[in-house]
């Protein structure tokens, strides 16, 4: 954790040797927030984020010409920048808040006339204009959205939507070509919290699936996760921040507890929780590591070692969180 900052966190071993393209969002640069919080947090990753050309065809083919010199390890796009990631085949790709309908979005906001740039540039330049030509460009460069996406693309296409987004919603369109997509709690405009809770555990995934990372798994029992009124109980948000950074985390529940608990989850733990749900009767036949939960009734034929919530010895999430850190992600 950064001293001055709550939410960032520094993670070396994330991404560590390899490149990730980022490509900025409408009327900003590669001197965003988000380009200085991915270099603070994967700092050793190399972090490649051109000013972009105000002509979406230089743009796209700037960021193609990059491709090829870098070969980037992953592209990560915001807004505009997500409308361009997804054109980017051949690579994993995060689009958060993609803008996959530019041109439209451009007059539904008024992004018209004299603009100023909202992070300074390399050229210096601080204005620019947009016209009915302008948009025009944009919307031919949206319309090529999906056109190079096949079945292997759809397995490395990351979508990320906010839930509070009012400038771009465009989840329906992406989700009905790239089945990996999913909300995020926060706006257009990601801040640390948002960037931390939702981007990070995705770029995890990533690294963890290029290296051929195996990591210990942890079964959690919705039941040890909310108290009596269905809030989560102390701790439990913070040990699953702690947990997913050195662990594979899935959540468990009963069939029967499906529709509530797939609200809770999106509600408390949102995207680490994301494709990390498993529904089931027999918690005993759950191939992993650890499994934490209320009672001891999958202790006599569970394939993994039975952390007893509420128990003497983990009494607290915080007893858990000890457990763990004393383990060192083993």
């Known amino acids: 954790m950064i001293a001055d900052n709550p939410y960032i966190t520094q993670y070396p071993e994330l991404m560590a040797g390899k490149t990730v393209l980022y490509c900025h969002g409408f009327a900003s640069s590669g001197q965003s ?16 984020a051109p000013d972009l050309p105000i002509h979406p065809t230089e743009a796209i083919a700037l960021l193609r010409d990059i491709c090829q010199q870098e070969q980037p390890d992953l592209i990560i796009g915001t807004s505009m920048g997500g409308m361009y990631a997804e ?3 051949g690579y994993d790709r995060i689009c958060v808040n993609p803008a996959l309908e530019m041109g439209e979005t451009m007059k539904a906001h008024g992004m018209t006339g004299t ?10 330049v601080q204005e620019f204009y947009v016209d009915k030509a302008l948009i025009k460009e944009y ?37 009905a070509v790239y ?64 947990l997913i950074e050195h662990y594979q985390v899935y959540f468990v529940a009963t069939p029967v507890d499906f529709s509530t608990t797939a609200l809770w ?60 850190s004393r383990l060192g992600g083993q």
């Open 33 to 48: 927030g988000t380009v200085a919080r991915l270099r603070e947090v994967i700092p050793q990753t190399k972090v490649i």
């Open 179 to 242: 089945p990996l997509a999913t909300h995020f709690h926060g706006e257009h405009r990601m801040n640390d919290k948002s960037f931390m809770h939702s981007v990070v555990p995705v770029i995890r995934w990533i690294d963890d699936n290029q290296n051929k990372r195996q990591r210990p798994i942890i079964y959690i029992g919705i039941e040890t996760m909310m108290d009596s009124y269905q809030k989560p109980v102390s701790s439990v948000q913070k040990a699953v921040r702690l």
């Open 87 to 89: 054109q980017l085949y």
């Open 265 to 324: 989850l999106e509600e408390y733990i949102n995207v680490p929780a994301w494709r990390h749900t498993i529904y089931t009767h027999r918690r005993d036949l759950l191939y992993g590591d650890y499994l934490i939960e209320k009672s001891d009734k999958s202790r006599d034929n569970s394939l993994a070692t039975i952390l007893e919530y509420g128990s003497d010895t983990f009494k607290t999430w915080d007893d858990i969180i000890e457990y763990f």
């Open 115 to 124: 603009q100023q740039f909202q992070n300074p540039r390399l050229d210096g």
């Open 139 to 175: 919307k031919e460069q949206a319309e090529q959205r999906f056109s190079g996406t096949n079945t292997n693309e759809q397995q490395h296409v990351w979508g990320l939507f906010g839930d509070q987004d009012d400038v771009v919603d465009t989840f329906g369109i992406f989700s």
